[in-house]
């Protein structure tokens, strides 16, 4: 049957409602079917052996995957986008896919913590030599390249302390190198930052923060171009990475909100940042879009938007005053993630960074959810005032 078709469409938001869809091919019902399956029939044993048709085995996707990398392809202007159980195998399956014994990889400082035990356990432990740049670096990362670098990494902003990389930049020394870059987009989503269109060749996304967006579904996309389609295709497959039909249903009809959640919190969360600076407890507001914020000339020149995690640097005080925050929180909870519809607290500690950094009091990232401004405002103001600074 015929539907009528949305030809590409430019707003966002139009883009985000019909993106996946393809209703001629499900009998004219507007959303992809869930299809729960390991096993695919074939109608004879020369198709059997020419595996000579578009479905041929669960983990080789199904029609609702494939809805759903459909939209997320749209999104990142991708080749191939492949689908894995959590944001954090998004990271280590392209990582397994491109490097090898004997090679050499370069990874920002300020990425998320569970990359780096991943890098200073399995890849270590591979014959990777793993080393660390300061996130800030730009072109001279050219002084660190090395004959044998295979890979770039690349996480901007960092999700604790959000310095913004020059990505451009990175990634043409990185081409002349013939290495390829890998970066972390769970921050921005492709709303705000297109990876592949600024010289990332394997986009990351945990599609469990903002695309997911109510902190009830693990999920990851890697996005490649041209050049890493082969590589990522194949990983994917060798592992044996799969993501259930109802798992990519759910992300799929959570991001036809996602525009308008994302343009939501992001609001919050900036006015939130601006009224904090003005705070006599706080020291430091690390939020790309204030004009405070060291990497903001970058971030305006290269993203769309902002999301809405941010961190906050107390004025003086150690745990105890950290503590006293957290624990006096009633609308913001203490948990990891973030993404959701619901705002969250966690300090942060940087033990493991290797290229120093220190800030004047403690570290806490905040995550702003989809309540009122004033409710979080007054929020934030009463624990402000439990610290006793
Ligand atoms: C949460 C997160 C991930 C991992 O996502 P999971 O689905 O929780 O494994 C990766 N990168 C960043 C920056 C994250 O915040």
Same mark, same amino acid.
């Given at each position: ?76 202007? =991708? ?303 009463? =624990? ?6």
């Amino acid at each position: 049957m015929t539907v009528n078709k949305i030809s590409n469409p430019s707003g966002i938001n139009t883009k985000l409602a019909h993106c996946g869809n393809n209703p001629a091919d499900y009998f004219g019902f507007v959303n992809p079917p869930v299809v729960h399956a390991s096993t695919v029939l074939f109608p004879d044993a020369a198709t059997l052996k020419t595996e000579n048709q578009r479905y041929t085995y669960g983990t080789h996707g199904t029609p609702t995957t494939d809805a759903l990398c459909e939209a997320v392809n749209m999104l990142e202007g =991708a080749v191939k986008t492949v689908l894995v159980p959590s944001g954090l195998a998004a990271i280590t399956v392209p990582l397994l896919g491109t490097l090898a014994q004997g090679d050499h990889v370069l990874i920002a400082d300020s990425i998320y913590s569970p990359t780096r035990r991943f890098a200073n356990n399995m890849l270590k432990k591979m014959g990777i030599d793993v080393e660390y740049y300061d996130p800030t670096i730009g072109a001279e990362i050219e002084q660190l390249m090395k004959p044998n670098t295979k890979v770039v990494y690349t996480e901007s902003p960092g999700s604790n302390t959000f310095e913004i990389q020059d990505i451009p930049a990175i990634s043409a020394v990185a081409h002349a190198h013939d290495a390829i870059v890998l970066m972390d987009n769970t921050w921005a989503t492709p709303l705000n930052f297109k990876p592949l269109e600024h010289g990332v060749d394997i986009s990351i996304t945990a599609g469990t923060k903002y695309p997911v967006g109510h902190s009830d579904i693990l999920i990851g996309f890697i996005s490649a171009n041209e050049r890493t389609k082969k590589i990522v295709e194949d990983t994917h497959k060798f592992l044996g990475m799969s993501v259930s039909g109802d798992d990519a249903y759910n992300t799929l009809r959570s991001m036809r909100t996602m525009g308008i959640r994302l343009a939501h919190q992001s609001k919050t969360a900036f006015d939130l940042a601006r009224w904090l600076e003005t705070m006599p407890q706080i020291a430091q507001v690390l939020h790309p879009a204030l004009e405070s914020h060291k990497g903001h000339e970058l971030w305006k020149r290269d993203f769309k938007g902002a999301s809405a995690l941010f961190s906050v640097v107390l004025k003086g005080g150690g745990e105890k005053e950290a503590h006293a925050f957290l624990n006096s929180l009633k609308i913001f909870r203490l948990g990891y993630s973030w993404g959701g519809y619901e705002s969250l607290a966690v300090e942060v500690y940087l033990g493991d960074r290797t290229v120093k950094q220190s800030y004047m009091g403690s570290l806490l990232r905040l995550q702003i959810g989809l309540e009122d401004f004033e409710d979080l405002k007054a929020d934030l103001e009463q =624990a402000l005032a439990a610290t006793g600074l």
